[in-house]
């Protein structure tokens, strides 16, 4: 069974995937382009700025070793759904374990449910919280200098709160037998934000939305548009929505089929039985 739950994981992580692909073709792929449109609106607003200074203004252009065509097709495309089936493992091999405790102590358990709310927390801990910790931008926001302090930070807080979010589960299935579901719930949960809210303060802060580009009072170039920030988080977000709801609705719907089929092998049993 441990067998099929993986092959299902990695099914619906295949499907979510591409799915999320296409939201994010559609949707967050116009953001980006006006980003790099003002990745060279700002470059030629620096030359600009250096020639009134007295400078050359050569500034040298680098060449991309893949097309931007190939990039926002290929390249998210495969890089989307490598993502999708990692995720659709893992969310796999947590439901198995999950699904081994719960099943055996409550016996009346549907798996869909657990699975269910196994992808809300997935979702919460993996992709939630680490959003509004450390919201993703788009190109040109960002010093280059700090991709490797800000690609840590994100990591730690990912790591973190999916460490965190295991233990929070564990407390709530401790306390469970003489709390009751809500409060056990409620208290994981407070323990939870706690430990993410202490983590977020300790972890540092970047703010590299590159402002208005000016010199002696004269501005060459405006600051980074706000509204494509905001527009790109939200699509980003929206996307992650999608992804985690795409698999947890196929991984549910691969455990609908595994049980009537074990409902279909027992029911000649209990016709031979009753005989």
């Not at 905001?230 to 609908?256: E, S």
Request: glycine share 10%.
């Amino acid at each position: 069974m441990e067998r099929k739950f993986v092959g299902a994981g990695l099914l619906s992580g295949l499907i979510a995937g591409l799915v999320a692909f296409l939201y994010a073709r559609i949707f967050i792929e116009p953001q980006v382009a006006k980003a790099i449109d003002y990745e060279e609106y700002r470059s030629h607003a620096e030359e600009e700025m250096e020639i009134a200074l007295g400078g050359t203004g050569g500034h040298s252009h680098e060449h991309e070793l893949f097309s931007r065509s190939v990039q926002e097709n290929i390249g998210a495309g495969v890089g989307t759904v490598i993502f999708a089936l990692c995720i659709g493992a893992f969310f796999a091999v947590a439901f198995t374990f999950l699904w081994a405790y719960v099943g055996r102590r409550w016996a009346e358990a549907d798996p869909r449910v657990v699975a269910s709310v196994l992808g809300l927390i997935g979702f919460v801990a993996v992709s939630g919280v680490p959003f509004f910790v450390y919201p993703p931008n788009p190109p040109a926001v960002g010093e280059e200098d700090s991709i490797g302090a800000r690609s840590s930070a994100y990591l730690t807080l990912t790591v973190v709160s999916v460490v965190a979010m295991i233990l929070a589960v564990w407390l709530v299935m401790a306390l469970w037998a003489r709390l009751g579901g809500l409060v056990s719930t409620v208290a994981a949960s407070l323990a939870y934000l706690g430990v993410m809210a202490v983590t977020a303060a300790l972890l540092p802060t970047f703010q590299e939305v590159p402002g208005p580009l000016e010199a002696n009072g004269t501005i060459y170039g405006a600051g980074f548009p706000g509204q494509v920030i905001a527009d790109y988080r939200v699509y980003a977000i929206a996307n992650q929505v999608v992804l985690w709801a795409v698999l947890v609705a196929v991984f549910a719907l691969m455990l609908g089929i595994f049980m009537q089929r074990g409902a279909r092998r027992r029911e000649p049993q209990s016709e031979l039985a009753e005989a």
